[in-house]
């Protein structure tokens, strides 16, 4: 079985460039999660999406960040226009349920912007 | 700031000797602690996960023991190996599931042969 697929695994961009991250999920999986990890703020939540449907948008750090689900097996988050603080580690996880069946989550797209 | 504080965040063991990483919490609503395994160039995976109506829970070499009064839960790896060395996270969650985790700092366990 695929896992969780990102692309693409790595991204380097230069400050005010519009940057697409790419996510499917788990086949049958209704829950994607969209995460960032950095050395100073270790793992957050992003966004979660239930069904397709935008959920909890409560950790999108500006709006410049967005992100979309426009069916079961694809999800993109965009960061217009990006800057150096938004390098990091972004990772992308689903899950079958919300009940504690766990996150799988992707190998996430190490995003470079400088 | 985290809503989950985790300690300490690197350790170094010996071959067969026992890892504890501890958590703690404030948010008395949380109901639901996982932890994650991640190693380099990976993303975190669920290793283990406990719930507040048991103390404890074991699987293989990992138990999750939990203490609700004072708001704390740890992980002990019994018979540490160099496959065991990765960065462990904690987390929690309200509602009983994983939907919006808050996790730990991280630590990051090595195994030494």
């Known amino acids: 079985d695929a896992g969780v697929i990102q692309s693409p695994r790595h991204e380097v961009t230069e400050m005010g460039q519009e940057v697409t991250l790419r996510c499917k999920p788990i086949?049958?999986?209704?829950?994607l999660f969209w995460y960032r990890q950095t050395m100073m703020r270790g793992l957050e939540l992003l966004i979660y999406?239930?069904?397709?449907?935008?959920?909890?948008d409560s950790g999108m750090p500006e709006d410049r960040f967005s992100a979309k689900m426009p069916n079961a097996s694809f999800s993109t988050l965009k960061i217009q226009p990006s800057e150096p603080r938004d390098s990091a580690v972004y990772f992308c996880?689903?899950?079958?349920?919300?009940?504690?069946?766990?996150?799988?989550f992707g190998p996430g797209t190490r995003l470079l912007v400088l | 700031q985290q809503q989950v504080k985790q300690s300490p965040q690197s350790l170094i063991v010996q071959k067969g000797g026992i890892s504890i990483i501890n958590c703690a919490y404030e948010n008395t609503a949380f109901d639901y602690f996982p932890w994650y395994q991640q190693f380099p160039g990976k993303g975190p995976a669920l290793l283990i996960a406990?719930?507040?109506?048991?103390s404890e829970k074991k699987e293989g070499r990992f138990t999750i023991s939990f203490n609700k009064s004072a708001k704390q839960f740890s992980l002990h790896i019994m018979d540490s190996q160099p496959g065991d060395s990765a960065t462990y996270f904690c987390a929690a969650s309200i509602g009983g599931n994983d939907y919006k985790l808050s996790f730990g700092a991280g630590t990051t366990v090595t195994v030494r042969a």
């Open positions: 999406f239930n069904n397709n449907v935008p959920i909890d």
């Open positions: 996880a689903s899950s079958p349920t919300e009940s504690g069946g766990g996150q799988y």
């Open positions: 406990i719930r507040p109506d048991v």
């Open positions: 086949s049958g999986h209704n829950s």
